[in-house]
């Protein structure tokens, strides 16, 4: 039978790990061996060596130093997307469930509506909009806004229901025969009691915008070259004939589940472990 | 006694049976096998005068029959449905003497009627297709007149360049069959189509040609073509026998391959075509007047050109698997290709100088222009090509050494469409141009001012540049001549003047790289398209 | 009260789908790259030919009027034709229906199964190591791209439905575990162990009723999410459906197709979610 301490001291290393990727990202300037722009052509493809400890990409950039300064833009960006889309989908999920009735029908057909709707077309025009000399920075920004603003509907069906779960609940009554109603019920009574959904949410839209945000530079949006992304070095996974000769290209794989199940120990319960 | 006279009458028999049976095999085929791979993409049309996309051209390339065919190997106009033809002095008329006793697919007989049907078809205003207009050299009705069933000649208002050899891409339709497109002269036939999926393609009972020992063609039963537009994939199906031929190999596949089977890959050489860069000189692009000032300029645009590294793009994005273009023809063009040109020398200092000298100056590392302005644009093409991404990241690189910042910008095709032809609303563009032909007439509207497809600056009123205007000059006295070395003259002035002024910034020109299985029998990959297939009615498959 | 309910979901369902109908082919018209084809930039076709290109889409230029007349031909049952693929939509969709219907329902049925038979044993052996583990393979299978998922799909001849699954199943047991823990933790739950009933009893007598209405939330959002996937999936695995259909579509700015998938995708979409919404409401009533 697992022990309660074990939750703490595993959170404790998750908070460690993830502090220690941030550190590592932060500090690239100084631990990569080169840029992550600098293509050594006499040396592309190469597997890993001395000089390059996870060998070259296809055109001879370093890749360690590449996985280095994608980490400070997907470690940074994703989860900040991702806590957009579970507010949205809170406010709107929640809020529609905890109304009920016509609201709850009006949100939830907009939701679906939402859920149907091919964005592709308005991230293509979202781009056409977008001068062509954009900076980096400013896509890669405008990117994950659009994917926060967009990822809130499957979450927000589920927030309606347990919203709407919650409503009829002893606790929601006797707070609302208290005489609290209205915004402050919702928020300190029904919506604390989300929290199982809204971290679900949120750790899921983590690795899924990190690799949408790959995804989207077909159209021209996302990380453009030649800042490097988790999602941008993740696609080279798709050179699947080759992959099982090429281990070293599974890296940033690793180090995205890394993260995304550090930051699942931190928002474990603490009661997750009694028997 | 009786038993003798049996024995005898049995062997008899059987001679004759055995006799029988190798008469019917010596008028017959050879049956030999399935050869199966993929098309990138959905067929749009079994049509073939409708036919534009790659799928449907490869359709039509193995089920139509042509009057002339060009052998893809020797590059030479060879007979096909046409025993011979003869081309008048302006180029206007064609005649052709076609074979007889020829039917389509379903039996219908084959005459001049059908040629004629076939060329109306084609030339009605109404059909917009590539092959049709590649007839259209000027206003007015194209005349038919049927001489004979087996004779037949064909009168056009203007002339046309090259007019035999258009009939390679011209697959002869019944004016009789119920079938209609489906009733083909070709050496197969589709047989079966699954939407997404797959087009299955039988042997043309009616085919008419024969091979040096008299067997009928084709020797195989069918092909099954596969449509996979995933590159990956088409890669595991072949290294797992599912599929016998990759008619466009791409070079990192191609090393990998090698490496464990050399037997199976096919470099037939640089290709045809071509990959290149051009700046947006359009007057009324929306873009700032400096910036238009730059690209509207020789100087600068050679610059550019002086600063890629285009050794580097061959040997890292193409694995080798390419050479340095010259020019607008790739040296694998033996006849129009301008030997005299050279391939741009990768020169940043040189390139920096003559930016200098042209008033632009270096502020920390960034080139400015004479008004201070940096010198940053765009470099626009189509996602999901990643030869063309690294070589864009490669460019960036390049001219970072001379203090200019580039941009690489992806955009899906229609978006990128768009912007080259309608809204003008770009810098820099990196495409490659497919040449599938070895004519120059077929590049004539990238290079006429007034066309639409003259994509650095399309249709121009009257040519802007002196250049343009005697590059238009040029360009229509090649059409109108018929011997071919005035032609090749003025078409080596036209490859002079492109180099010279850089509209296109030729990058590299790609290998023809392909692979084909152990099994199969008879291939011989070359440079023209359809590189693996080109024989198909003399493939077989083990 | 439930037929009024069912009717009641049954006019939302129509009217949102006919205005996803609307707003698709809105979102289509405007984006760029509508009026384009990659044949104007054949070097072979004449000016004529390439000004003719552009007029085939010349009764698409008015959004409003074209979809109009597209729901009074819907209502004799022509879905217009296909401008990439030139086929009727009405032949395009009854051809490749089938093989979506059948690869996103098993693709859903194994990813639920796999998430019941994770998140239940989970929840019944409350063991940190188990939970651990599933924690990481579920984050490991959320980090592959779905492409790559479809990718392996081939290489190591799967059925293109395990690639669904594998896609779709992280992301709902994710939900389903937390809503569990979530669940354990009511005062109810904590008095049944209390008076000693035994784990399974609990389980499936106390806990998951009560999650139930939000598990079938998410199933019927897990419908769309598998529809999504299913666009790699049979793209990449070379599988003639809906989903490649979109994605082929979406590259040809073929309005006409993409209006109809929409809508197909809408109402299937909302038929999941109103199935999931009445079924819950059933549930509660009889909970209550």
Redesign the interface.
Known sequence: MAKPASLSFWRGVACAVLLLVVGVSLAANWLAPAGYAKQYREAAGAPPSHEHWLGTDDIGRDRFARVLYGTRISLLLGPAAALLSTLLAALIGGLAGYLGGGWARGAMAVTDLFLSLPWLFLLITVRAVLPLNVSPLVSVLVTFLMLGLLGWTSAARVLCATAGTLRNTDFVRQARASGIGGARLFWIHVLPNMKPALYAQFWISIPVFILSEANLGILGLGVAEPLPSWGSLLKELEGLVSIGEEPWKFVPLILLVIVVTSFQMLLSKQDEVTA | MRSSRFTLTKSLKTFALAAFCLAIMTGSSLGQGQLRFCLRS?P??FDPLKV??DASVAIRYLTGGVLVRMNRQTQVLEPGLALSWKVSKDSRQISFKLRSGISFSDGTAFSAEDVAYTVQQLMD?GL????G??F?SGPGKVETKVVSPTEISITFPAPVAGLDRQFDQVAMMSAHSPKKEMAVLGPFMVADY????TVLLKRNPNYWKTDEQGRKLPYLDSIQL?????R??E??RF?RSEIDLINFLDS??YD?LASTSPNLVHDAGPSLDSEQMWFNEVAKAPLPDYKKDWFRSAAFRRAISQAINRA?MA???FRGHAQPAVGPVSPANKFWFNAKLKAEPYSPDAALKALLTQGFHLDNGVLKDSKGNEV???I?TN??N?YR??M???I??DLQKIGIKV????????????????TF???AIL?G?TNVGLDPN?????WLSS???H?WNP?EKTPETPWEAEIDNLMRAQAAAADPEKRKESFDRVQEIAVEQAPFIYLVNRNALSAVSAGVQGASPVILVPQTYWNAERLAVK | MLGRRIARHGATLIATALLGGLLSATLVRLAPGFDTDEAQLDPHLSSESIRALHQTRADQRNVLVFYLHSLGRALHGDLGSSISLKQPVTTLLHDRGPLTLKLVGLGLLLSWAAVMALSLSAAWLRLFAYDALATVVTGTFLCIPAAVLALLSVLWNVPGAIAIALIVFPRDYRYTRNLLEKAYSLPHIVTARAKGLSKLRILFWHVVPVVAPQLLALAGVSVSLALGAAIPVEALCGLAGIGQLAWQAALARDLPLLMNITVLVTLVTLLANSGADVIGHVWRSQQA
């Open positions: 959905e749009k049309t534009e996309d205003p917009h297709s590539a092959t207009d590649a259209r699954k939407p997404g999926a596969d449509i996979q537009p995933n990956d994939v890669m595991l290294k990192e596949y990998k580097d040997r890292v994005v940053v644009f765009s626009v996602s999901g990643k991404e690294r864009a990241t490669m960036q690189e941009n690489v910008v992806t955009l899906d095709f229609p978006s990128l469409i768009e912007r080259i032809t309608q609303d770009y810098e495409l141009l077929d590049q004539m509207t990238v066309s639409d497809t994509q249709s």
